[in-house]
Every structure is written in structure tokens, then in C-alpha cells.
């Protein structure tokens, strides 16, 4: 996209999503009874053999905002004479009563050269805050959130990286090897090379060996910057000033790789080992929802390619489209008939899935499952709180009422039924994209990010939804959440 057009995107912006409805168990979310939940994990794990899997990672995000709070807090004690308000001392307080708590206070210790205790008792917090979040310390508030300690077992600390490969044992091992695909950013390339050798050590009497992937998000996917006027804003060499344009980049990363079946998770959804076993039933789970409805449709594709279907067919395709995906084509198959009929229900069918794991709403912020309107009738869509009118009284009265969330827990089938892979390229809403406000320096500005990598850019896939407990979701978006339970060893 020339400069020329994300000027013109700026001012004209982006339409909203117009829900319909949110999803909802037995709406576009199914809910597994246990002996379906096992059914599914043997489904999956009988086509391990054959199956070629791997598990997809975005792992570019800097944990400055994980330590906002303590950042802000350096801030204060940077200043001669430090004052802090009511709300920064109970953060301070928070943060003094639980330090020895969390998984990076050995390191901590370790670069201060002396107990924590006896540097607070001297007073010298910003000691304590430098050394954690400058350059010259551990440097929490620049390095990628990934790098950070999240879990302590005893003396073995084990970052959100490392977390991602024990927990890959469980679930996307096939022929004795554990594929993942990160994608980080490229100053930090050797750290992660470093930190993937130390878990694949670590992990070495698992008999498995890794198969690890990176790449980074392409700079040509960068978008400009413009004034809150709508004109471009330079960077200090006079250039236009150039942003990252969100997750939404990342679906050229996503679109070449070639695996039978990937799954898509967040860099800081891990938990402590000891809850794993309800994370590898989920995904196993998930795994085998995937392949037994690619299964379904690859033999109606097929079959519709071919045109050798038969009414009786056609019938249940339409019955399978409408119970298990949850798609009514009445309405669009009304008018049709032989080989129109056919094209329309291989135009339905012949598309890119993806299964989504969904838990119950329990008020964290991000998006969740609707039924949203469109040009070819209703589709389920994930949606983002910024995708949707708030100034809309109705529209605000169906997003409040969703039932479930998106923890971004994805099981993406790319081939179709030759096994030829999908251009994932070509089933994104070009107009799902979001404007947001930023900050450069001092100046307010507007950033242009592309359609979600969940949201947008997968727009044109078939959807399935599928309720999974809230124990298989346990993000860590700030450094209090590393106090959390699922987080504390022991």
C-alpha cells in the first residue's frame, strides 16, 4: 500500500463490524461432552503418523507494557527528589511484598549483588527498578516479552519461550519431533538461539528433537504514521515514520509454512507444568475437531470438483454444513440448481479452516465470538472491542451480552483436498482493518494496522467454535499475573 493510499485510508477510515449476535453454545459454539472430548484427542492422536503439525508462535512483542506499572515507577525515583501519590505506593507496596515471589528475583538478586531486603532497606529503589528494567540490568522494559522468566522450579527458571517447547511435547510431536514457528524480532535473534539450545537441553531425556523455525515481521508490511490532521509525520532523518501494522502482518509469516495442521497461541498463554495435562487434552481435542471436519469437507470438494454428486450428497452437505458449521445456505441455494448449485456449495466448502478454542467471558479485555453481517449473509467472526460502533446503543447492547471470549487457542487447516496449500492471502476483508492513536514523543498521532491476524485476515475461513475451559487460558499481560496461581510453583 503506497503512501498516497494510507493517506486516503486515514481519512476515510474503516468501516465498523455490524454484529448480529454474539455466538453462543449451541449458536456457533459447540460444547464437547467428555466421551466427545476423548473421541476427538484419539482422532488426532491416530493421525499424528501422517499428519504433519506444527505450533505458530508471535513472539515480537516487548514486554514494556507487562512492566508498565514498574516503569512508571522508575520514572518517579529517576528524579532527585522522588514523590510518589497514593496510587504509585500501594504499587510499590504491591510490588516490595511480593518481590521474592516472582520467577526472575534470583536474577534480580544476582545483578544487584546483594539481597533484595538489604537494598530496600537502604532505600535505593531505583537501584532496584534500573536494574531490572534498564539496558544496563535485565532490561525487561526492551526485550521481546518471550526472553522474560515466567515459571521457578527451585533453581531452574524457565521463560514464556521455553514454556512453548515443554509444552509442545504434548501435543505436536509427530515422528519424534516437535515443530514450532516463532516469529521475533531480528535484534534479538541470537538470545532466542541461545534460549532455544537451553530448552531443547533441558528437554533432551524427552527423547524428541525440535524442529524450530523464525522469522520476522516484514518490514515491508510497515505502515505510516499521520498527524490527528491526517498528515504524514516524519521520523528525525525527514523520512516518513514507519510503524508495525499489528498482528495482521504476521499472515504472510503464517502463509509459508506448509504443515497439515497449526496451531496459533499467544507467547505469554503458558502456565506452570503442573497444569499442563488439561492444556494437551484441549488441544488434542481441537486437533481432532480440525481433521474430522477437514475430513468432511474434503470428501464433499472432492466429490463437487469432480461433478459426480447426487442430490441425496448435496443434501448432506448442506445438512453438514448446517450442523456441524453452523452455515444456513437455504437462502443462497433457493434460486440455484445443477451446476450453479454445485460452484456455490464448492465455493462454500473450498476454503482455508480454522478451529477456535473459546472460554467462558470472565471480563478480560480482547475479543470474543459473534455472528457478524456481511455481503453473503452471516458469518461467525472473532472481533475486536475497536472493530465494533460503541456509539451504536444496539451494537453496544450485543457485545455486552457475549458469553465467551477469544484466548487466541487456533488449529488452522491451510491445504485443501489435494493437499495443495491454500493462499491465505486471498480470504482476508480488506476492510476489517483498525485506526488507532499513538503517541510520537509528545505529539499525538494516528497508526494504520492491518486487518487481525485473527480477525480480518482470516474473515474468509470457515469457522469452528468450540468451548474450552478457562484453565487452558492463562496469559500473563502484566507482571502481577505472574502472582497468579497458574503461575506459582511450589
Known amino acids: 500500500m503506497d503512501i498516497q493510499k494510507q493517506v486516503e485510508r486515514f481519512e476515510k477510515g474503516y468501516p465498523f463490524r455490524r454484529l448480529a449476535r454474539p455466538a453462543t453454545t449451541g449458536d456457533g459454539i459447540k460444547k464437547l461432552g467428555d466421551d466427545e472430548s476423548r473421541e476427538f484427542q484419539q482422532k488426532y492422536e491416530d493421525s499424528l503418523s501422517e499428519t504433519s503439525v506444527c505450533k505458530f508462535v508471535p513472539a515480537s512483542g516487548v514486554a514494556s507494557r507487562m512492566f508498565r506499572d514498574l516503569g512508571a515507577l522508575r520514572e518517579v525515583f ?70 522474560v522468566p515466567f515459571h521457578s522450579y527451585g533453581g531452574e527458571r524457565r521463560t514464556a519461550f521455553c514454556e512453548h517447547f515443554r509444552e509442545a511435547l504434548g501435543y505436536i510431536t509427530s515422528r519424534d519431533t516437535a515443530s514450532m514457528h516463532f516469529t521475533i524480532p531480528p535484534a534479538f ?11 531443547a537441553s533441558l528437554l533432551s531425556s ?19 504514521a499521520v498527524t490527528m490532521d491526517n498528515v504524514p509525520v516524519s521520523d528525525a532523518d525527514g523520512s ?22 497449526i496451531f496459533v497461541k ?40 469432480s461433478s459426480w454428486t447426487s442430490e441425496a450428497l448435496e443434501q448432506e452437505m448442506i445438512s453438514f454444513c448446517r450442523e456441524e458449521l453452523f452455515m444456513d445456505l437455504s437462502r ?28 467462558k467471558n470472565a471480563g478480560e479485555p480482547g475479543g470474543g465470538p459473534f455472528w457478524v453481517e456481511g455481503e453473503g449473509g452471516e ?9 465494533v460502533d460503541q456509539a451504536s446503543s444496539s451494537q453496544r447492547h450485543i457485545w455486552e451480552r457475549s458469553t465467551h471470549f477469544n484466548p487466541v487457542d487456533i488449529v488452522c487447516g491451510v491445504k485443501d483436498f489435494k493437499g495443495k496449500k491454500f493462499n491465505l492471502t486471498g480470504f482476508v476483508d480488506p476492510e476489517a482493518g483498525i485506526i488507532t492513536e499513538k503517541t510520537f514523543g509528545t505529539m499525538k498521532i494516528k497508526a494504520l494496522e492491518l486487518p487481525g491476524l485473527w480477525n480480518g485476515s482470516m474473515s474468509g475461513w470457515i469457522t469452528v467454535f468450540v468451548e474450552v475451559p478457562s484453565t487452558t487460558f492463562n496469559p500473563v499481560k502484566t507482571v502481577w499475573d505472574l502472582l497468579k496461581e497458574p503461575h506459582q510453583v511450589s
Not at 524427552?206 to 523455525?213: I, P
Not at 440455484?336 to 454445485?342: K, P, Q, V
Open 78 to 147: 529517576s528524579s532527585e527528589e522522588a514523590v510518589l501519590n497514593p496510587e504509585e505506593e500501594k504499587t510499590l507496596e504491591k510490588f516490595l511484598s511480593n518481590a521474592t515471589r516472582f520467577p526472575f528475583a534470583g536474577l534480580l538478586e544476582e545483578r544487584l549483588g546483594e539481597s533484595l531486603e538489604k537494598v530496600v532497606s537502604s532505600g535505593n529503589f531505583r537501584l532496584i527498578f534500573d536494574t531490572l528494567l534498564g539496558s544496563g540490568g535485565l532490561g525487561y522494559a526492551d526485550i521481546p516479552k518471550g526472553l
Open 189 to 199: 535473534a541470537e538470545r532466542f538461539a541461545r534460549e532455544e539450545k537451553e530448552a
Open 206 to 224: 524427552e527423547g524428541v528433537s525440535f524442529n524450530v523455525t523464525y522469522s520476522i515481521q516484514d518490514p515491508e508490511t510497515d505502515t505510516i
Open 240 to 261: 516518513p515514520l514507519r510503524r508495525p501494522a499489528g498482528h495482521g502482518a504476521l499472515l504472510k509469516n503464517l502463509n509459508e509454512l506448509f504443515y497439515d495442521c
Open 266 to 305: 499467544n507467547i505469554d498463554n503458558v502456565a506452570k507444568e503442573g497444569l499442563l495435562p488439561d492444556t494437551v487434552k484441549w488441544k488434542k481435542t481441537l486437533g481432532g475437531v480440525l481433521l474430522s471436519v477437514q475430513k468432511r469437507i474434503f470428501r464433499y470438494t472432492e466429490a463437487l470438483s
Open 332 to 359: 443462497e441455494l433457493s434460486g440455484l440448481s445443477g451446476a450453479g448449485r454445485r460452484e456455490f456449495l464448492f465455493r462454500a466448502l473450498h476454503r482455508p479452516v480454522r478451529v477456535c478454542g473459546v472460554v
Open 379 to 387: 458469518s461467525l467472526q472473532i472481533v475486536e472491542s475497536a472493530e
